[in-house]
């Protein structure tokens, strides 16, 4: 019992990361506080519930369609509704409130078309439902799956932020963004780029969480949360914080769930997140600002 | 060749520039001296793109109205200012921070000559590549600021108060360096409080107090002169 409680927090700890990830890169590069994040995991999934029930694409193969969908998606939502609010910005904070506040509102609107498409009931559907024993756990297929494609993803993810010119580019806009001007960094393209890169990582946990657990309309605030949670627990903008940060919460609530009660879960993630502010306001990672 | 015209800069009510006019050559060295608060940041900041100068203002390098663009696409045209407070990326590694300074499609191809290039200039920058820049000491952390901008391949090369902070030594090095600089043909814009050692390196320099230029020579007239001596000790000047 105890390997599976500690398998199955690994992979929702993982998924956690990976959707943190994404957060993050909005956060710290367009200083974007997206609250619609969750939203467009949600959106996520239930794209993946519709190709695997009505149109026979499992959801691995949807990911070749969805990752570049929601890539353009969030392109647009930047331009449409983020775009004005940069150009009236006087400074990052700015920008900040009114991006909580437009995203505040674009969370209602995807909520509010989802339940009129599906309505306010908990969906999912079979995937790769057999059983697999590992270190003597019997895990479901699609979790040992959907685990590995998060770390595929993520670690890909990884490496093109710290290898690749864009990826440095982008580090470097979230660091100094008047200094990535004097570099010939397009600021507003980076940005643009940052948050539909961001939203495409969404979706992918969007997709790889709806393999395996159950889903409904109203769940995207949870994703919001919980991704918030693991980027300030992590250290604001650092990627192996959100990682670490991610399984500590995942492992945590499988164990909760599997030896306490599962009702619990929420409660013991702000109790270990209001453990590591108190203990480290800046994150596990994270450094103070001076 | 880098030539100002009649730039006027406010920043609201208060007029920072007014109606300069200044030209940097290729292969020279040119200063800029004058007291805190002259405009001298912001005449280099308006060249880079980073303020909105007046309507009327000229700013042209080989051809190009930098007025007309944005500061990311001004690098382009072969313009590189290291900012006052250097502007370098602390998170980043020094490799990175120079790998950035290549961003600009204009450098692309030279990168690794650059490269090569900065790291026979600045030599301690070779021990240093892989350690994050904000770990570094103050003069340290101003080559990697111009060996970022050197990277960019640029013509015209602005530097906002390189010596602030410096050790007299490190200053002495500093400006070694931008005299190597200079015999690879980018010209050199220096705005600088420390008259004495920018004038010894320099070709030519301009005087500037309240937003206005007051006056131009060579750098070996301007050395001799009394005058720099009263302008650059700032009387008259905010």
């Known amino acids: ?290 | 060749m880098l030539d100002i015209k009649n730039l006027s800069v406010s920043y609201g009510k208060h007029a920072a520039l007014r109606e300069v006019d200044l030209t940097v050559d290729r292969g020279e060295i040119v200063v800029m001296l004058g007291a805190n608060g002259a405009g001298k940041s912001s005449l280099l900041k308006a060249c880079a793109g980073l303020i909105t100068p007046h309507d009327g203002t000229h700013i042209d390098l080989s051809g190009n109205e930098l007025t007309a663009l944005s500061a990311h696409k001004i690098v382009e045209t072969g313009l590189a200012l290291v900012p006052e407070g250097r502007g370098i990326f602390g998170e980043l590694t020094v490799r990175e921070n120079l790998a950035l300074g290549a961003f600009a499609k204009r450098a692309r191809a030279a990168e690794k000559q650059n490269l090569d290039r900065v790291i026979d200039l600045f030599p301690k920058l070779a021990e240093r590549l892989d350690q994050a820049a904000r770990t570094m000491s103050g003069g340290e952390q101003q080559m990697v600021a111009i060996g970022r901008a050197l990277m960019s391949n640029p013509d015209i090369l602005l530097l906002d108060e390189p010596s602030l902070g410096l050790s007299p030594i490190m200053t002495g090095e500093l400006f070694k360096a931008l005299a190597a600089i200079r015999k690879t043909g980018v010209g050199v814009l220096l705005v600088e409080q420390n008259a004495h050692q920018s004038l010894a390196i320099s070709d030519r320099g301009y005087l500037i107090e309240n937003g206005a230029i007051t006056g131009q020579d060579t750098a070996k007239a301007l050395q001799s002169d009394p005058a720099v001596q009263k302008a650059f000790l700032g009387l008259g000047a905010a």
């Open chain 1, 1 to 290: 019992m105890f390997s599976y409680a500690l398998f199955s927090g690994i992979t929702l700890g993982g998924m956690y990361a990976l959707v943190a990830m994404g957060l993050t890169l909005q956060y710290g590069v367009s200083r974007i506080m997206n609250l619609a994040y969750g939203e467009l995991v949600i959106v996520a999934s239930f794209v993946a519930f519709v190709f695997m029930t009505s149109v026979g694409i499992n959801p691995l193969v949807g990911l070749l369609i969805i990752i570049p969908a929601s890539f353009v998606l969030n392109w647009v939502i930047y331009r449409i509704l983020l775009t004005p609010l940069v150009a009236r910005a006087k400074n990052r904070g700015m920008l900040e409130v009114d991006s909580i506040l437009a995203t505040f509102g674009l969370l209602f609107i995807v909520q509010g078309v989802l339940l009129v498409w599906f309505g306010g009931n908990y969906y999912s559907y079979d995937f790769l439902n057999n059983a697999v024993d590992i270190f003597g756990a019997t895990i479901a297929a699609n979790r040992l799956v959907a685990l590995g494609f998060a770390v595929v993803i993520g670690l890909g993810f990884y490496l093109i932020l710290t290898r690749t010119r864009m990826g440095t580019a982008l580090r470097a806009v979230a660091v100094d963004p008047t200094s990535a001007r004097l570099v010939a960094i397009d600021v507003n393209f980076a940005s643009c780029f940052a948050f539909a890169l961001g939203g495409a990582m969404a979706a992918v946990g969007g997709v790889l969480v709806s393999m395996f657990l159950t889903f409904s309309t109203s769940m995207g605030v949870v994703f919001t949360m919980k991704a918030l949670i693991v980027v300030i627990m992590g250290g604001v903008g650092n990627m192996l914080g959100a990682l670490i940060a991610g399984l500590i919460l995942g492992v945590a609530e499988s164990l909760v769930a599997t030896y306490i009660d599962p009702g619990l879960t929420i409660a013991v993630t702000y109790v270990i997140f209001l453990l590591v502010l108190l203990i480290k306001p800046s994150g596990l990672f994270g450094r103070a600002t001076s």
